[in-house]
């Protein structure tokens, strides 16, 4: 018995140690958490209004039947490029798992891949699929290190070496709930108006009648689109991390939360196993007790 309740006691003690960490990851992914929800919903409105803003001119570049911007032309076959956006570190439930699931939607012998985060790149290295580049998942990821990762991709695309570019992450919708999700950044011909998708879904050849403003361009049109465009796929891949960052943390939190109760119901049990076996070991050593003395008597 003596033995017995020493290894109770060796359990809770080890099972202590752990809830003191995965509260301490706790806190610290609800700090995190608090920090990348703000980013990610602030950076909406500004990429809402981006879409806006070019959706009457590539409406116009995409009706023609000629050639328009290089960045918003649809090419047939070629290679695929994904950018996989994953996390650098575990700990956040299946946040990952979902992500990675998606990744066999993609051939393996028409598909190059880019990572932003470890995750991604070490799945990929195991399901031995072609990776181009690696980038570095930063707690202060900025416009900058997105800005990289966009004209990397954009170079392929513009060389011809891939016919399109797809972001595939994980989008923010609460603190519970975090989707796999792949847009399409280039060619640029999906804007989203409110829940109107333009020049996507299942029937790509729908068309949506808005009404579309008209503006006055100094110089040009096409000097225009020129600027705006690859800033817009700047913008487009800087406010996915963004998502995909806040997704990692409300993960994380959820997942160390859960952590946490899991390790006090299991004290709780491991307490009450403890004090049966040590009730059971006094009571055994009184009844020897009482026994030899009757003996002796």
Request: with cysteine; glycine share 4%; charged share 25%.
């Amino acid at each position: 018995m003596a033995a017995n309740t020493r290894d109770i006691r060796r359990r809770i003690k080890s099972v202590k140690n752990t809830a003191q960490i995965t509260k301490a990851m706790q806190m610290v992914a609800a700090s995190k958490m608090r920090k990348a929800q703000l980013a990610a919903l602030a950076s909406r409105p500004y990429a809402e209004e981006l879409s806006r803003l070019l959706f009457p001119f590539t409406h116009l570049e995409v009706d023609e039947e000629n050639s328009g911007h290089p960045l918003l032309q649809k090419r047939t076959g070629g290679r695929d490029l994904v950018l996989l956006i994953s996390t650098d570190k575990g700990l956040c439930g299946a946040l990952n798992t979902n992500l990675l699931r998606e990744v066999s939607n993609f051939a393996p012998e028409t598909t190059d891949f880019v990572c932003i985060g470890r995750k991604g790149l070490q799945f990929l290295a195991r399901a031995k699929r072609p990776v181009l580049a690696e980038f570095n998942l930063k707690d202060n990821f900025s416009f900058f290190d997105a800005q990289a990762v966009a004209k990397f991709c954009l170079d392929r695309f513009l060389s011809g070496d891939a016919s399109r570019v797809t972001v595939l992450y994980s989008h923010y919708v609460n603190t519970l709930t975090q989707n796999p999700a792949m847009r399409v950044v280039v060619p640029v011909q999906s804007f989203e108006l409110g829940h109107v998708a333009i020049g996507g879904g299942d029937e790509p050849d729908t068309k949506v009648i808005v009404d579309l403003p008209e503006y006055i361009l100094e110089p040009n049109q096409s000097d225009f689109l020129n600027s705006l465009l690859p800033h817009f796929v700047f913008y487009q891949i800087f406010h996915i991390v963004l998502e995909s960052r806040a997704s990692e943390h409300s993960a994380r939190m959820v997942a160390m939360k859960s952590a946490s109760d899991n390790a006090k119901q299991i004290i709780k049990d491991l307490t009450l196993e403890y004090n049966k076996v040590r009730q059971a070991s006094i009571t055994t050593e009184i009844l020897e007790i009482a026994t030899a003395q009757m003996v002796l008597s």
